[in-house]
């Protein structure tokens, strides 16, 4: 019933910039969260970013003060504005949302993902 649509994804040398954009559609009560995941070739998956329908986010170490994440509410949609791009970020990155369904259910959505390539 609820779908995770990711784009924004591309190819960009280092110091590039990019934005994702992740649109959450269905039949739910809330999102209480949304974030972004990725995973890297030979690596398992791992959180890059989250916020909060309440507004808090947080960040990774390694993409904080270099990523920023935001939401529009009323769109249902989360974006991630990648800023000084390294080829470490080089991944698929994928959308994820903590929804609940009703007065007693929660659910995790995620994307099919969009991928980030960042040469040197």
């Known amino acids: 019933q609820v779908q995770l649509v990711e784009s924004g994804g591309g190819s960009v040398q280092a110091g590039g910039s990019l934005r994702l954009s992740c649109e959450c559609s269905?039949?739910?009560?809330?999102?209480?969260?949304m974030g972004w995941y990725r995973q890297a070739p030979g690596k398992q998956r791992e959180l890059v970013a989250f916020?909060?329908?309440?507004?808090?986010?947080n960040y990774a170490d390694s993409v904080r003060s270099r990523f920023t994440i935001s939401s529009d509410n009323a769109k249902n949609t989360v974006y991630l504005q990648m800023n000084s791009l390294k080829p470490e970020d080089t991944a698929v990155y994928y959308c994820?949302?903590?929804?609940?369904?009703?007065?007693?259910?929660?659910?995790?959505?995620w994307g099919e993902g969009t991928l980030v390539t960042v040469s040197s």
């Open positions: 994820n949302a903590e929804i609940t369904i009703d007065t007693n259910a929660e659910a995790d959505a």
């Open positions: 269905g039949i739910f009560f809330s999102i209480n969260r």
């Open positions: 916020i909060t329908s309440g507004g808090r986010s």
